[in-house]
T-cell receptor
Framework: SQQGEEDPQALSIQEGENATMNCSYK?????LQWYRQNSGRGLVHLIL?????REKHSGRLRVTLDTSKKSSSLLITASRAADTASYFC?????????????FGKGTTLSVSS | KAGVTQTPRYLIKTRGQQVTLSCSPI?????VSWYQQTPGQGLQFLFE???????NKGNFPGRFSGRQFSNSRSEMNVSTLELGDSALYLC????????????FGDGTRLSIL
């Protein structure tokens, strides 16, 4: 089952512009993570934000978390062509068998020069 | 430090055959998780191994199985292949069971003819 759902599904911007992606989830969480996937490659971990944090920065990335709305956003500032990729949010979901990382369907970002 | 290595990168099989995929985690990482990625279903959790034991399993049929060796390397096996098994299979490693973040390999692209 999908825990995180990203919005929009696709986003096209020009270099230098900011890109904002949103993620909604369904159950309570301990943390939420964002990953990037370049075409044909594996996922790269970008940032993890814990449930008691509201905002976190890493370079040109800014992540916010609103646990009351069960939502998170990823902001990429001053986008570059190299930021072209798919971006996924992920949350850890506990089941009877253990804990699994559940991903949303992702936002495909295209940055043109 | 070398990243997660998955072999082979590409594989073509026919229906009814079986396949074994291999994953070598980052040195020192003891947990290995497997995911299936398809355009329709997105990223879906298959299973997680830690200390040579399956710790968690996603909602996949018994045709999908795996194992982990004492050096933490893991293999995933799919028997009686179906057309719908065509996907990118991703392996991720982390330091311990349920620990975050996970570090992904570039995957094995499996095509079923």
């Amino acid at each position: 089952s999908q825990q995180g759902e990203e919005d929009p599904q696709a986003l096209s911007i020009q270099e230098g512009e900011n890109a904002t992606m949103n993620c909604s989830y369904k159950t309570s969480i301990n943390n939420l993570q964002w990953y990037r996937q370049n075409s044909g490659r594996g996922l790269v971990h970008l940032i993890l934000i814990r449930s008691n944090e509201r905002e976190k920065h890493s370079g040109r990335l800014r992540v916010t978390l609103d646990t009351s709305k069960k939502s998170s956003s990823l902001l990429i500032t001053a986008s570059r062509a190299a930021d072209t990729a798919s971006y996924f949010c992920a949350t850890a979901q506990s089941t009877q068998a253990g804990t699994a990382l559940i991903f949303g369907k992702g936002t495909t970002l295209s940055v043109s020069s | 430090k070398a990243g997660v290595t998955q072999t082979p990168r590409y594989l073509i099989k026919t229906r009814g055959q079986q396949v074994t995929l291999s994953c070598s985690p980052i040195s020192g990482h003891r947990s290995v998780s497997w995911y299936q990625q398809t355009p329709g279903q997105g990223l879906q959790f298959l299973f997680e191994y830690f200390s040579e034991t399956q710790r968690n399993k996603g909602n996949f049929p018994g045709r999908f199985s795996g194992r982990q060796f004492s050096n933490s390397r893991s293999e995933m096996n799919v028997s009686t292949l179906e057309l719908g098994d065509s996907a990118l299979y991703l392996c991720a490693s982390s330091l311990a069971e349920n620990s975050q973040p996970q570090h992904f390999g570039d995957g094995t692209r499996l095509s079923i003819l």
